[in-house]
DNA sequence: TGTACATCAGTGAACGCGCGTTCACTGATGTAC
DNA sequence: TGTACATCAGTGAACGCGCGTTCACTGATGTAC
């Protein structure tokens, strides 16, 4: 693959503005994220970001991308370093990736799963990124369905409602049955409930070492969902 | 309580404000709040406002006590509507009333449970109002436990963990084993992160019918409590 | 290999807008004698 | 009951700031013959 100087120059001058914008969005969070003040740390003129983002959503768009990608690496390379047969492993490893990657990128988190921007509409091209948390989980509910270490008896859910919502988080699980995904999907808003309280604040008072409740948090939620966490294996 | 006409005024004009503000909120979000458009609907200078505000920050303070204070008031109601002495009924009241409270007000709930606004910290006074409506999850773990209808087998803790983190949160629950307040706070935590991904819009393309998953949840969790969760009763 | 033209990055000025907050002031309401 | 003074709500101008986006332009890089 040739690339022509120019070609280069552009490669390098649209990840200058990334990394300088994702400095920006770290030290003060997306609202006070501004094309100009991007443009004046690069010594460069506002107009000239232009030539390479046609608009300041267009820029936010490209640091939620990013974002999704780097949690969701963050997550897949937590869950690799753990033995694939072993579903409860899998799914302590990936809560806590979950926590740690949300803890040291509290911006992003909340550019992530915090209000959305009013007047900001997610194109398309989110949607992949924003899937890969979900998609591991997914895997792990699979797999443990797969091997017969799932118990499925906990909670049978009402039939006229298992058919019908998840319909569409089922077909990325073959296999599984609804009222299993439907419990998937509940430890899934749970995951992400507790690190947005732990991460806004809402736990103050309430709660004295985060971390501790948040391992009891997964612990009991990997047995809800049905994996089997033995109590011995708890660090 | 003789009011002079001065302090009638006054009483009023501060409402004509929150009133306005309150209106700007629900349309707009929080971000786009403004003094200056405040006091430009209602037909004064926008340095009047001061008068009455100390800043922005407290008129949004105001707000945040105020929207707290909703929904409390709405889910308290709630619950006052199905029987004190079956705990699975207040549960289920309480859910709704906060779910739908969120859906009635989008931007007041993005206010208070989404991301923190940068560099605005939020003062005492809006503890209490903010406290409501765990206080009233509390209140139904109280007395499902004092009427003996909990079952505190499903779950249990690790034990290094269930002294440690919820001591604070224990405190309002006096008698209810430490394992299971552990189990409310994960399931409190669960609540607002089924409704946070609904209204902003997490579960678009995963869950079809946002009103039946939650309902599932709702049994679910509800179930993983210890509360005596009849399937029949389900409506 | 050299020339003519097209493409493209970057500039600097400008448009049009909005914001929070301060301050000296006017005039009305309230209070003390 | 009437007067002198204090309190307070509201005004309008100003300060100082920042923003996203457009546009005509320069000058360098790339391309076709």
Redesign the pocket.
Known sequence: VVQ????R??AE?TKDILDEARRQLAADGAPA?????VA?QL??????????FA???ELLTALIVEAYDDLGEAVERAERQVAADEPARRWRAVCQGVRRWALAHPHQYALLYGSPVPGYRAPERTVGPAARVPLVLSGILSAARAEGSLDESPFPVPEPLSSDAAVVAAAAMPGVPTAVVVRGLVAWTQLFGIVSFELFGHTKGVVSDGEVFFAQSVELMGRFIGLSMSLDEFS
């Open positions: 022509s100087a120019r070609e120059a552009r001058v994220l501004s094309l100009r003040a004046r010594g460069m003129a506002s107009s000239a970001l232009y030539r390479y608009s300041r959503d």
